[in-house]
C-alpha cells in the first residue's frame, strides 16, 4: 500500500500546501489509477465543488512507503 500526498493550490502564492494523504491499495497499475486517486481526494479534501479544482496530488512525488498488509492471523491484544 502507498501513501499519496494530496495538495490544495494556493493561487495567491502559486504553492501546493499538503493537506492530506489518500493510500493507494492496488499492486498492479491500472488504465485510471491516477484518475480515481484525484477523484477520491477531490471527494475527501474539497470543501465545495468549486474548491475540487484546487486539490491535487502529485505522484512524482509519492512517498513509496509500503505498510503492512492485515492478515486473519493479527491478534487485537
Known sequence: MRTITVYRWNEVRKTKDPIGV???????????????????????FAVNAPDAVH?????????????????????AG
Open 22 to 44: 489518500v493510500f493507494e491499495k492496488r499492486k498492479t497499475e491500472r488504465a485510471n489509477n491516477y484518475l480515481d486517486l484525484l477523484r477520491l481526494a477531490r471527494r475527501r
Open 55 to 75: 486539490i491535487i496530488i502529485d505522484p512524482g512525488y509519492t512517498r513509496r512507503t509500503i505498510l503492512p498488509e492485515l492478515t486473519s492471523d493479527c491478534s
